[in-house]
């Protein structure tokens, strides 16, 4: 299927490994021009290079999106080398679940500074140039957590219902601007960060895999490039009716629409 996104610029952030990282391959893979962020700066290095390897007009830049001039200054750079933004995924983020008890103030603040007010001061820079040059895309990454808290959720389940809630009022507000905002709900998804607390554990990846699976419907747990073809989707012209979604990506683990 032919989706329409060759020479569109998609911006993604926390692009370096995961979700983020595989949606950027899949937008140069479909002919986009692609700009990523992220804290490390060997990884987003690296990264990088391999986008441009396989064909891409990249830009790469470190940036801290729970830091506003950081997040302005990535932005505005986008901007400058390529003069426009048709696709903003707001991915950045880490999963971070306690008892309610265990979580200090600092904690929730910088959950909700990270995921939440991350993807609203990128949105809030997308947007102007999106409603100038006619229209976009934001797609913004959550959990089915976020429908669906369990106990010891916390501060990561509110923080992403409140990107819910944050998804449905944009869409609504910027429909007459042809700005399309949805978001992708994934339950559990193949990532470093899995990786990196199986290693801790001292298991393989794969024994860590598969303990995770035990309660998914699908038996497995999801890969990266599933969460990227939905948001590829997402992006394209063949989701021009699509706006004030959520699109469950969890192997049927949830038990809500």
């Given amino acids: 299927m032919e989706l329409g996104l060759k020479g569109k610029v998609a911006v993604v952030t926390g692009g370096t490994?995961?979700?983020?990282?595989a949606a950027a391959v899949r937008f140069v893979a479909e002919g986009a021009k692609v700009a990523i962020c992220a804290r490390r700066a060997e990884l987003l290095q690296k990264t990088a290079e391999e986008l441009t390897r396989a064909g891409g007009d990249v830009l790469a830049l470190t940036a801290d999106v729970s830091r506003g001039e950081e997040v302005e200054r990535f932005m505005h750079a986008v901007v400058e080398r390529f003069g426009r933004i048709d696709i903003l995924v707001?991915?950045?983020?880490t999963s971070s679940a306690h008892p309610f008890d265990a979580i200090d103030d600092g904690t929730w603040y910088a959950d909700i500074d990270l995921k939440l007010f991350g993807a609203i001061r990128c949105a809030r820079i997308a947007i102007p140039h999106m409603k100038k040059q006619g229209g976009g895309r934001i797609i913004n990454i959550t959990?089915?957590?976020?429908?669906?808290?369990?106990a010891k959720s916390m501060p990561t389940t509110v923080t992403?219902?409140?990107g819910l809630a944050l998804t449905k009022a944009l869409s609504k507000e910027l429909a007459p601007d042809n700005i399309l905002v949805n978001t992708v709900c994934i339950g559990k998804i193949k990532s470093g960060q899995h990786e990196r607390a199986a290693a801790r554990q001292g298991v393989s990846a794969e024994a860590y895999?598969?303990?995770?699976a035990k309660n998914i419907p699908l038996n497995r747990v999801g890969e990266a490039e599933e969460v990227a073809n939905v948001i590829a989707f997402l992006s394209s012209s063949a989701a021009s009716y699509v706006t004030?979604?959520?699109?469950?990506?969890?192997?049927?683990?949830?038990?809500?629409?």
């Fill in 17 to 21: 490994e995961g979700i983020g990282k």
């Fill in 90 to 93: 707001n991915n950045a983020g």
């Fill in 143 to 150: 959990t089915v957590g976020g429908k669906q808290p369990g």
């Fill in 160 to 162: 992403r219902a409140a």
């Fill in 209 to 212: 895999y598969d303990t995770m």
């Fill in 244 to 257: 004030g979604s959520s699109f469950n990506l969890d192997g049927g683990i949830s038990g809500v629409l």
